[in-house]
T-cell receptor
Framework: GEDVEQSLFLSVREGDSSVINCTYT??????LYWYKQEPGAGLQLLTY?????DMKQDQRLTVLLNKKDKHLSLRIADTQTGDSAIYFC???????????FGGGTRLMVKP | DTAVSQTPKYLVTQMGNDKSIKCEQN?????MYWYKQDSKKFLKIMFS???????INETVPNRFSPKSPDKAHLNLHINSLELGDSAVYFC???????????FGPGTRLTVL
């Protein structure tokens, strides 16, 4: 079955850039997503990228997709303490609109 | 005007009890989902309904019975609760052919 993997933890200083990485195994993925989960809260869709794109930028967020290596990354520029959360990568295959999630990366931003 | 809402937010109950979690979306979506997030934060799909019909059931024990009275609601009933059912349950919705999936705030279930 599909598998999505992320590193567990990332710590950065306020003002630095954060890069959160994700790898996936399903070569037929159509869309790849980044969700943010703050403590005690639900999942908030941050951004997504269609599988035929290499890059998508949305304000402080840049998503890079390397389809050959099945590698997705999320770069957050000028990271703020409010960005501290768990970030989930997810992929969607060509069939039913169900998401397969990675285990989440906990981002800690130090002042 | 919350898009996807769930009740209750917290549920603490004894093993063996039966409980329900409710979900409602006001986005006009035709597809709804239940996901389970365990203590290690792993999120897995449990069920998906499209226009009140079950389209995905991911090897979930039949103690879990989803019910969709209409397109805007997907409730989850759990019989004979077990310790391992303790988790956060998230409801979500989307258009079946849509790109974006929106999540509810989650229901934290604790089975004692």
């Amino acid at each position: 079955g599909e598998d999505v993997e992320q590193s567990l933890f990332l710590s950065v200083r306020e003002g630095d850039s954060s890069v959160i990485n994700c790898t996936y195994t399903d070569s037929s993925s159509t869309y790849l997503y980044w969700y943010k989960q703050e403590p005690g809260a639900g999942l908030q869709l941050l951004t997504y990228i269609f599988s035929n794109m290499d890059m998508k930028q949305d304000q402080r967020l840049t998503v890079l997709l390397n389809k050959k290596d099945k590698h997705l990354s999320l770069r957050i520029a000028d990271t703020q303490t409010g960005d501290s959360a768990i970030y989930f990568c997810a992929e969607r295959g060509p069939g039913e609109p169900v998401l397969t999630f990675g285990g989440g990366t906990r981002l800690m931003v130090k002042p | 005007d919350t898009a996807v809402s769930q009740t209750p937010k917290y549920l603490v109950t004894q093993m063996g009890n039966d409980k329900s979690i409710k979900c409602e979306q006001n986005l006009g979506h035709d597809t709804m989902y239940w996901y389970k997030q365990d203590s290690k934060k792993f999120l897995k799909i449990m069920f998906s309904y499209n226009n009140k019909e079950l389209i995905i059931n991911e090897t979930v024990p039949n103690r879990f019975s989803p019910k969709s009275p209409d397109k805007a609601h997907l409730n989850l009933h759990i019989n004979s609760l077990e310790l391992g059912d303790s988790a956060v349950y998230f409801c979500a919705s989307s258009q079946r052919i849509g790109i974006e999936q929106f999540f509810g705030p989650g229901t934290r279930l604790t089975v004692l």
